[in-house]
């Protein structure tokens, strides 16, 4: 092997004073503050303050991203954000936009804090984990009960995102952890309490911000009906079955144009569907609980029952309307579990204001011709069987009659009570039709 010939290089005299000098003087070192350094890479090399610049630089979604690079990235990035200045910085204060792309931008940015949270507090215990996380949003009025006086204001959605990307695949024991770390953290039960021992209506701004908060935190964001039924299940256990039916009102009941919740709405006269929806929606969750220690078909009925009483007996065909948009399975159970009480003349009502429904909200009167076959089923002798369909049609008449005194009275529905009349007359026809035609198969 041949070896190399050194080459001589001349430095200028003044060039090598000057690294002479250089050489002389001790280099100066930087304080920076302690970090793990148990491996060899690259940033762990840098000073924590040019780190610390790097990470400036990053967005929320990439910062995450990086965090799962390594426990000790983790660590790290787990002290970065902890800090007041970050949190300063990326916790945003104010939630009232102007624009629907500056709302989407924000919940955009907390679902990704929500990633970033969830993956840099893997290592944490799940209570430490949560005062680490929300020990800011108790700082940020709009992020708690009560504090925001706003009416456009979107800091409850963005935590509702956030909460639900940070504990995603979460098990059940962490999230019952959750749930309680949020009553203990905003009085939730508390505000509950006061709301449902009140009549309706008196502390309508009460009910407006707990309606808010559990639907738009906890409710709401998931896009799957197991873990809404979760949440609500949460929400209604702690109290009896009155003040369930109470909550759930508030919960799901409709909204007047105003604001405020519709109590008297339901009571005074006819709503269409689409204000019953949401309410018939939170009823078909909590009878679809496969949850052994959850509702039972039993309890979900009497909250039903209680549910139409609030705060005095609706209108009957708001009460036939929710029962047709919660389906064929619970309404048959509502009116076989009637039946089998003996308490026809309720039946009968209410399936006369089922026809009435299905005739304005185009529902197929086929529909309800199985319904009261089903329910005929139900009584074990042709004498009971005869008695029933003969005091349906007796109520048929009896609805009738009750609109035409009404609309011949001078009230001021009496429009609405005439259109009723006609309506019911035509789906009369109709039902009866149908209905020999089944017979007669």
């Not at 001589?8 to 280099?27: A, D, E, G, L, W």
């Not at 984990?129 to 108790?138: A, Q």
């Not at 800091?155 to 962490?174: K, M, N």
């Not at 309410?279 to 509702?295: H, P, V």
């Amino acid at each position: 092997m041949t070896r190399r010939t050194s080459r001589k290089v001349f430095t200028p005299k003044s060039q090598h004073h000057k690294n002479s000098h250089f050489r002389r003087c001790p280099p100066r070192t930087i304080v920076t503050r302690s970090r793990h350094n148990t491996t060899a890479s690259f940033f762990h090399r840098l000073p924590s303050e040019v780190f610390d610049m790097i990470l400036d630089k990053l967005s929320v979604l990439e910062l995450s991203v990086f965090s799962m690079v390594s426990k000790d990235m983790t660590r790290y990035i787990l002290d970065y954000i902890s800090t007041a200045a970050w949190k300063n910085k990326m916790i945003i204060q104010n939630f009232h936009y102007s624009t629907s792309l500056e709302r989407k931008s924000s919940i955009r940015h907390y679902r990704d804090l929500g990633l970033l949270f969830k993956r840099c507090t893997l290592l944490v215990p799940t209570n430490e984990r949560l005062k680490l996380i929300f020990n800011k949003f108790s700082e940020v009025p709009c992020l708690m009960l009560e504090q925001c006086l706003a009416q456009f204001c979107t800091g409850f959605s963005c935590y509702g995102v956030f909460l639900q990307t940070l504990i995603a695949g979460w098990d059940e024991l962490e999230c019952h952890r959750v749930f309680k770390f949020l009553c203990e953290n905003t009085n939730l039960l508390q505000k509950i309490v006061l709301a449902i021992n009140e009549k309706p209506g008196v502390r309508w701004y009460q009910e407006l911000q707990l309606r808010l908060f559990c639907r738009q935190v906890l409710l709401d964001p998931w896009p799957n009906q197991p873990d809404c039924q979760f949440w609500l299940m949460q929400l209604l256990k702690p109290w009896p079955l009155f003040s369930q039916a109470h909550l759930l009102f508030i919960l799901y009941g409709p909204l007047l144009p105003e604001g405020p919740l519709g109590w008297q709405v339901l009571v005074e006269g006819g709503v269409p569907h689409t204000r019953l929806w949401d309410l018939a929606r939170a009823i078909l969750l909590l009878s679809g609980s496969k949850d052994s220690k959850g509702q039972t078909q039993t309890s979900v009925l009497a909250i039903l029952e209680e549910l139409t009483a609030i705060p005095q007996p609706w209108h009957e065909e708001n009460v036939a309307r929710l029962l047709v948009l919660c389906g064929s399975s619970l309404c048959y159970t509502v009116l076989a579990s009637k039946a089998v009480s003996g308490r026809l003349l309720e039946i009968s009502r209410l399936l006369v204001n089922i026809v009435l429904v299905c005739e304005k909200d185009g529902y197929h009167m086929s529909w309800v011709v199985q319904l009261v076959l089903q329910i005929l089923k139900v009584f074990s002798t042709p004498q009971e069987k005869f008695r029933f369909i003969q005091q349906l049609e007796d109520m048929f008449s009896v609805v009738m009659r009750e609109f035409y005194e009404f609309s011949v009275a001078g009230n001021h529905l009496d429009d609405q009570a005439s259109q009723s009349l006609c309506i019911l007359m035509d789906s009369s026809s109709r039902f009866h039709t149908k209905f020999l035609h089944m017979l007669l198969k």
